[in-house]
């Protein structure tokens, strides 16, 4: 399984982006097994949560840092989860991470970085004040 993110670069705070996160290969059959999430880390700091999405989509968490301004979402046809991004500010500069879990319950999510298994390269989110 890999995963393919994008839609990273420099903004204004204030300004938007959105970012994509593409899975291919063993996907065991169907993308809808694997809930997903976006993790971000920024110079000198640990790798943080951000959002996470159940693999029917039904439900999403949001760390406290970013509810209200960031939306998660994901297209299983495409098999890509998308991370919309508004009203940004200098401390979301950080590359974002997206990554995968592998589940059969179709509503859970969690936020431990340690339960997911598979992970993106990183897109680069620069916010300019």
């Known amino acids: 399984v890999q995963l393919q993110a994008s839609g990273g670069g420099l903004v204004q705070a204030g300004g938007s982006l959105r970012l994509s996160c593409t899975l291919s290969?063993?996907?065991?059959?169907?993308?809808?097994?694997?809930?997903m999430g976006w993790f971000r880390q920024a110079p000198g700091k640990e790798r943080e949560f951000v959002a996470v999405?159940?693999?029917?989509?039904?439900?999403?968490d949001y760390a406290d840092s970013v509810k209200g301004r960031f939306a998660i979402s994901r297209d299983n046809a495409k098999i890509t989860v998308y991370l919309q991004m508004i009203s940004l500010v200098p401390e979301d500069t950080a590359v974002y991470y997206c990554?995968?879990?592998?589940?059969?319950?179709?509503?859970?999510?969690?936020?431990?970085?340690?339960?997911?298994?598979?992970w993106g390269q990183g897109t680069l989110v620069t916010v300019s004040s």
């Open positions: 290969g063993r996907t065991f059959g169907t993308f809808g097994y694997y809930v």
């Open positions: 990554a995968a879990h592998r589940i059969f319950d179709a509503r859970a999510t969690m936020r431990s970085r340690t339960q997911f298994e598979y």
């Open positions: 999405i159940s693999w029917s989509g039904s439900n999403t």
